[in-house]
């Protein structure tokens, strides 16, 4: 486990983009496992901006996303199939064919899972994987108490989740109350995990994460058993850490 320490969000975009942008340059077909939320958005325009100077090519790489929202499809802003076209896919060079998200459409939840297994199963292996966290822990929609077995899953969403992405919707209760996500053991079978927190509402719960007893409480906490994952969190986010 390799944690690195930056003085605030920006840095930690710049490291993480240093990483992401190696595994590019090192191996131009990389699968890449790709994250939602506002942790990443620094990280992709500064890939987009290595890409526009043409320093990256994203022409061979195949991407696949965590998780998506049950009920919503990629022409809904919120989904996040619109949120990956907005702030990476539709800026570099990446053929859309090649990115992959989980059909929030598809009603059929054990299809939607078999599905999005099939997928990930025929990229061969995830190279590396980008991964921010949710307040209660969460990774993907890997929420408190998901089984750590799976490969892809359909979760319900706990209400400290629903309460935190509300703030994406109009109210409340247009936040969907399912998702489908990338289950704990494809995200463990990554061969690199690169994982991001950053801001003091998350001190707490990264510190157990890291430090704390592996639990499926914390789904994140398993992470610790990863043999090749690296923590980019800055100041703020590392503060209740030990000493
Ligand atoms: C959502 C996503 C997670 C993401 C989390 C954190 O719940 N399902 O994959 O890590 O949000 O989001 P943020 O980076 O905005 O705190």
Redesign the pocket.
């Given at each position: 486990m390799q944690i690195i320490r930056t003085k605030d969000y920006e840095e930690m975009s710049r490291k993480a983009a240093n990483i992401v942008s190696a595994q590019i340059i090192a191996k131009p077909d990389s699968v890449i496992g790709l994250?939602?939320?506002?942790?990443?958005i620094g990280l992709y325009n500064i890939l987009v901006e290595r890409y526009e100077k043409g320093d990256l090519d994203f022409s061979r790489i195949r991407t696949v996303n965590?998780?998506e929202y049950k009920g919503l499809g990629g022409d809904h802003p919120q989904s996040y199939r619109y949120f990956m076209n907005k702030y990476l896919f539709s800026r570099i060079n990446i053929p859309i064919e090649n990115t992959h998200v989980p059909d929030g459409l598809e009603k059929d939840s054990e299809k939607a899972v078999a599905d999005y297994i099939k997928i990930i199963r025929s990229l061969g292996g995830i190279d590396l994987q980008l991964?921010?966290?949710?307040?209660n822990g969460?990774?993907?929609?890997n929420e408190p108490g998901t089984p750590l077995e799976l490969e892809v899953a359909c979760t319900t969403l706990t209400d400290s989740?629903i309460e935190?992405?509300k703030r994406f919707f109009d109210k409340k209760e247009d936040v969907p109350r399912q998702?489908y996500?990338m289950g704990i053991k494809t995200i463990m079978h990554a061969k690199k995990i690169l994982f991001i927190v950053s801001g003091e509402k998350?001190a707490e719960v990264v510190a157990k994460a890291f430090f704390g007893p592996v639990t499926p409480d914390i789904p994140a906490s398993i992470l610790q058993l990863h043999n090749n994952i690296t923590i980019i969190g800055d100041e703020a986010a590392f503060s209740k850490f030990p000493v």
């Open positions: 994250a939602t939320g506002s942790s990443p965590l998780d991964l921010g966290m949710g307040n969460h990774i993907g929609f989740t935190a992405n998702a996500t998350k």
